[in-house]
Structures are given as C-alpha cells and as structure tokens.
C-alpha cells in the first residue's frame, strides 16, 4: 500500500534536524511574503536535544501567545539542559503560535487564527493553519509523549493545573494518571472530552498515537513565582518519570484529582455588562449558590443579573476582565474523582 507523505506537503521546514544526535536551536521557517519582506519567513524558535536510544518526547507552549508561563519555563529548559543529561530525544518547540506570542495574544495578529481550534490544519491555508498541520502531519508522528502547556490566558485564571482527556482503555487512563501526579501541579484534571472538537493540538496528538498532557498553569496574561515554580519542577518531573531525564529532579508535590464535566461545570455571563465575581479561585461552592452578578453601567438603576453554579464542586477557573460579553466564560468548577 502506498502511504501518502503528508510532511512533504507543507511548506514549512525546520532549520535544524529534528531526528539528529546533540543540542541544536533553530527556526521553524514559515514562508510570509510581506512589503516589507518579499521573500521573507517567520522564525518559530525551535530545539532538539538527543541522546542515543531512548523515549521520545515533544513539549510545546505559546499554542496561545499570551499564556506566558509554558513559554518562559521552556525557555528555562532549554538553556540549562546539555544532551549528556538526557537518554532519548525532547524538541522544544516554546512560542508554537509565534506571531501570536510577539503580539501577547490568544490568537494570531496574521489571520485571526486560533491555533489549538485549527488542527488537522491546511498545507494551503492560512498561516496559523500550516503551522498546525506542520505540527499534526511533520513533527507529531514518532513521539511518544507530547506536552502542551497552556495557562488562562488574558482573560481567565486558573489554580495551577495538568489536565488530559478521559481515554478510552484503562491502561492508557493509568498512564495519563502516572503523567499527572509526576507534575505535580496542586489541580489535575481528566476532562470529560477534548474542547474544540478533534481540532486541539491534543485530538492532534491523539491521531497521531502520541500520549498527550496539558496544563493551565494560572493566567491573567502574567505571570507569578507559584506558577512559574508549577511549570519548571513539573517539566523536569514528567520529564523523570518517562525515562527521558537522569540525576537530581524536584521532589514529588501532591496533586489533587478531579474531573470536570458537561454544561453544568461552568458558568457563563447572560448579558453583555460588568462581571462581578461572589466567589475566588479555590471556593468550594454548592449547586445554588450565587457566583456572578453582572452589572448594567448603561443602565445603572437596573437590577443586576444574579448567577448562580449549577453543581457543587472547586473553582478552577474565574474570568479575569471586568468587563463582559452575554456568552463569555465567567468559571468553570471541578469535582473530585470518585472512587
Ligand atoms: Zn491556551
């Protein structure tokens, strides 16, 4: 049967070997014919470190470009790790919406383009989806762990958090539960199903038989000591636990396990107006309790909105603007995993 070699049709190229034995950093070359760069292309940073025969494994950040703390943990990575510190293969691919990280924004300034709702991607799309077909189709097949680090972003908070999707099997559920207490991160979380329907980078690694974990680390577009301190000693720990990493790694920090569900996990603004939040990150609340008021400065004499959450269960996830559109996210909760 003949295979159709889907790397061959992207146009984008890595300046450096991805597959080849040491440390080498590069670009990532997206093709961007510009006025001010007719021939011109984007440089995604890019870095492989190898070391003989080993577990391969792929860790990205900067999916969205103002979830800073995956992003400045892997940069942290790359310049202290040597290949004699490693048995295997680790790309780091730290800013993977590149053009988006410059801007400080969820998506791309390019083409609007969100890049974890944009896989398979497109050989001929628009740039944010040849960078995540490059991603699914050239660098996915052949690891055999991809991390994804995301965090809230400018518009949400999270307690610092690793997450994956609710395999199918049992044997795949331990592994992911393995992968989850290495890092360490004071939440996990196995979500009920991706978000984004089979368009995340997760779904990508999902199709390409790659074992994929994620993280929330915080948000807010900033960062802070406990949630870049979450990200550095987790990347080192998974990276232990898989067999990549050898010599001394943070000591093991206790996670809780949760899951997050359908609808009723989460709350969102019924109007467009000003968010006020009842509760903080870490509240244990019930079904019926007030969460959000959302106010109307148009109308000021008008009685707020009054929300309430639909089950009990922890604040995850809070809204950080003020200001609100009917149909944002305002929180999102997690229950502990029974049994
Ligand atoms: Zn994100």
Redesign the pocket.
Known sequence: MQRTDFSAMSRLSADIDLAAEGKATGFLRVPHSVHRSAYGWIPIPIVRLKNGQGPSVLMVAG??GD?WEGQIGLGKLIRSLQPTDITGRLVILPSANFPAALEGK?TSPIDEGNL?RLYPGSADGTITEQIAYWIEHALLPGFDYAFDF????SSLTYIPSALAPRPDDAARLRKIVGLLKAFGAPISYIAAAPQGGGRTFTSAAARQGVLAMGT?LGGGGLVTPASIKVAEDGMRRVLAHVGLLHGAVPAPSPTRLTEIGGDDYYVYASDGGLFEPLVDLGAEVKAGQPAARIHFHHTPWREPDLLAFKRDGLVLCKRVPARCERGDCLFHLATDVSG
Do not use: A, P, V
């Open positions: 999916t969205h979830e969820r974890n995301h965090s809230g972003g929330e």
